[in-house]
């Protein structure tokens, strides 16, 4: 199993004893996903916090006029998972769909809360994780309060450009929450600027 990448990214945030990193493989399930698979679906439980080991995913929503609105992306050494779901243990609204062949590392949530009280550097490290998304949550709410489409699509570009030769455009116009032919005079405007 592919855990060195997983016990990489744990001990950027906290060194971990010999002990601790041989666990590791006990507590989370390798699981390799083709392009297209859903690891989550609308209506469906949200029963494993994921960690990417390789790919890239997306988690959206379908609204009931059949839009798609895509809440996260994720790749390599990110966590992805309906939050809300996995802790209420309640179906999800959210769909998650591998873009790419991929292989991740899944924990249950009865395994992470044994994590938890057997190691608790890992419940450390999990509530840094925890905070740092929720930083970000608050950021991407303020920015889509307080920006122009022009604006979120450039901090996008910016911030995120290792998605670009992963994602479509109309994934990319439901993300900043515009449509894709806005998202086409935008970047029609910025490439003639």
């Known amino acids: 199993m592919t855990t060195k990448p997983l016990i990489?990214?744990?001990?950027?945030?906290?060194?971990?004893?010999?002990?601790?990193?041989?666990?590791?493989?006990?507590?989370f399930k390798e699981r390799r996903v083709k392009r297209r698979q859903f690891?989550?679906?609308e209506g469906d439980i949200c029963k494993h916090n994921t960690f990417i080991v390789e790919g890239?995913?997306?988690?959206y929503l379908v609204d009931q006029k059949g839009r798609e609105h895509n809440l996260q992306f994720a790749v390599e050494h990110w966590w992805i998972g309906d939050i809300g779901?996995?802790?209420?243990?309640?179906?999800?609204?959210?769909?998650?769909?591998?873009?790419e062949n991929s292989i991740i590392l899944q924990i249950k949530k009865e395994d992470q809360l044994k994590l938890f009280v057997d190691f608790p550097k890992f419940n450390r490290i999990f509530r840094v994780l925890a905070e740092n998304g929720m930083v970000s949550l608050q950021n991407r709410?303020?920015?889509?309060?307080?920006?122009?489409?022009?604006?979120?699509?450039?901090?996008?570009l910016d911030r995120y450009p290792y998605f670009f030769n992963r994602i479509s455009n109309v994934q990319i116009a439901s993300y900043l929450g515009v449509t894709p032919e806005f998202l086409s005079t935008i970047r029609k405007k910025i490439s003639k600027s």
């Open 8 to 27: 990489d990214y744990f001990e950027k945030h906290l060194p971990l004893s010999e002990e601790e990193r041989s666990i590791v493989g006990n507590y």
């Open 39 to 41: 690891i989550l679906q």
């Open 56 to 59: 890239c995913f997306r988690m």
């Open 85 to 99: 779901s996995f802790h209420s243990e309640e179906p999800s609204k959210l769909h998650i769909e591998a873009l």
């Open 141 to 156: 709410i303020l920015q889509n309060i307080s920006s122009t489409a022009e604006e979120r699509y450039l901090d996008f």
